[in-house]
């Protein structure tokens, strides 16, 4: 079976994003950036089915900046096969991504597609539904647990109270949560190994995808400023302040 998995580039996880003076944005000049946390846990599972044998070529792609192709190369160093890399300038929506990943399964026609369930710079949480729309194929989201038998996929996800199960017919779309798994560190040689695996270089236009913006970001802020605490005499001034100051009892 082969599998495709989407990973994005994003602002790192540790670092505190900087909006720019503008409010037009995150400022992303000279700030480490990294795998998509969720796209690691996606990598890091196709690598597992492809030890295990259940997976027998293994695909990354990412849509991205030049500098894209160094996420590629993170994940060819965990493991992965090969490399797609579609080189765009754009921050693209949603919608562009999964028809470009829509037309990337037509010609490459993996049996499984693993995303992240969001990009943590975005937060859309978008692309692994509207892909699954496109291709038309049933989708297991949130995953924190997938199991292959035969042709069937079963997914467990956490939801408000409990587990989910489901199972789906393949081909099919997964989306990754937290649970899933741990993923691995590259190694030194790994690391080295995935300089000589190859990376298919494209762009939107070679898949015939229009990218056209539909939505313009009006403005982005920084969260206010959290203000300082103060301490509390005895319970009964708690009590008053909890009932006449911050109205929750
Ligand atoms: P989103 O819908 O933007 O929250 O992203 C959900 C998932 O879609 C990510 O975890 C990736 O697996 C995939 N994805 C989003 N943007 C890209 C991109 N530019 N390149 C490759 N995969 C992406």
């Known amino acids: 079976m082969k599998v495709l998995v989407p990973v994005k580039r ?4 540790n670092v505190k994003a900087r909006v720019k003076s503008d409010n037009s944005g995150v400022d992303l000049a000279n700030v480490k950036m990294s795998m998509n946390p969720f796209d690691e846990i996606s990598v890091e599972q196709a690598v597992k089915m492809q030890e295990a044998g259940t997976a027998s070529e293994t695909v990354v792609v990412s849509i991205g900046p030049s500098k894209a192709q160094e ?3 993170t994940g060819l160093a965990m493991g992965m096969d090969r490399g797609i890399h579609v080189e765009t300038d ?4 949603p919608l562009a991504i999964a028809k470009i990943l829509k037309a990337i399964c ?3 026609k993996p049996e499984l597609v693993i995303l992240g369930k969001q990009a943590i710079d975005n937060d859309y949480g978008a692309t692994g539904g509207m892909l699954a729309a496109l291709l038309d194929w049933p989708i297991g989201s ?3 647990s997938m199991k292959l038998a035969g042709s069937d996929m079963t997914v467990v ?3 408000d109270g409990g587990l989910q199960t489901v199972k789906l017919t393949m081909p099919a779309i997964v989306t990754t949560d937290l649970r899933l ?3 691995r560190y590259a190694s030194l040689p790994n690391i080295m190994k995935a300089k000589k695996k190859p990376i298919d270089a494209k762009t939107p236009a070679d898949y015939g995808v229009d990218t056209k913006p539909r939505l313009k970001t009006v403005k982005v802020t920084e969260p206010e400023a959290r203000k300082a605490g103060i301490k509390v005499e005895d319970a009964a001034q708690l009590v008053d302040k909890l009932k006449n100051e911050a109205g929750v009892i």
């Open 10 to 13: 994003v602002l790192d996880y």
């Open 71 to 73: 996420t590629i190369r």
């Open 90 to 93: 754009e921050d693209l929506e």
């Open 106 to 108: 037509d010609e490459e």
């Open 142 to 144: 949130a995953a924190n």
């Open 157 to 159: 996800k956490e939801v």
């Open 181 to 183: 798994n741990e993923p």
